[in-house]
């Protein structure tokens, strides 16, 4: 929660008791938490779910968070959850997930994500990590409009090739 904390206040959005609840739930029942480790501390978190449109799909899992420390942004912690998540690469804690079942997230080929219009930082990292903005906009109950990014597996550049370049960036580790 600290690293979200650090993260949203750098942004100039902290939040509130509420949002700060809601967050914790959802770390807490993520289908995939992936963590950076930078030296000994936290550096940054992804959290995935498997994603859900009407049924549940197997293949394809929308990013609900991705947020790194503030004094680390720019070492390539984001892109490195990004790339390992793509690439089905982390290494894991468990071989099971918090209710006995395999681990999910090796073999989503899709991936989506939303954020704000005006969170240029997400814009450059999710592009960089070749995912495409889809067009789609919603708009927040505060009136912040949110954009709809996706990466499909083999339609941009491969994970594994661009994680080898960036050998040097943290491993994530599954939670």
């Known amino acids: 929660m600290e690293l979200w904390r650090a993260a949203n206040s750098a942004r100039r959005r902290p939040a509130g008791a509420v949002r700060a609840s809601r967050v914790r739930e959802r770390i807490d029942g993520a289908d995939l938490l992936l963590l ?31 947020f790194v420390h503030p004094a680390l942004w720019g070492c390539g912690i984001g892109t490195a959850l990004l790339r390992a998540l793509q690439a089905g690469s982390w290494t894991q804690s468990s071989e099971l997930d918090h209710d006995g079942e395999p681990a999910p997230g090796r073999d989503w080929t899709q991936l989506s994500a939303w954020f704000r219009d005006d ?57």
């Open 36 to 66: 950076a480790r930078y030296g000994d501390r936290p550096g940054g978190m992804l959290l995935a779910e498997q994603f859900l449109d009407g049924v549940p799909d197997p293949s394809a899992a929308h990013i609900a968070m991705v």
């Open 119 to 175: 969170n240029r930082r997400a814009q450059r990292l999710f592009a960089g990590a070749g995912f495409a903005d889809t067009g789609h906009r919603a708009h927040l109950q505060d009136g912040d409009v949110i954009q709809q990014w996706r990466w499909t597996a083999g339609a941009g550049q491969d994970p594994r090739r661009t994680a080898r370049r960036e050998s040097s960036a943290p491993r994530p580790t599954a939670r």
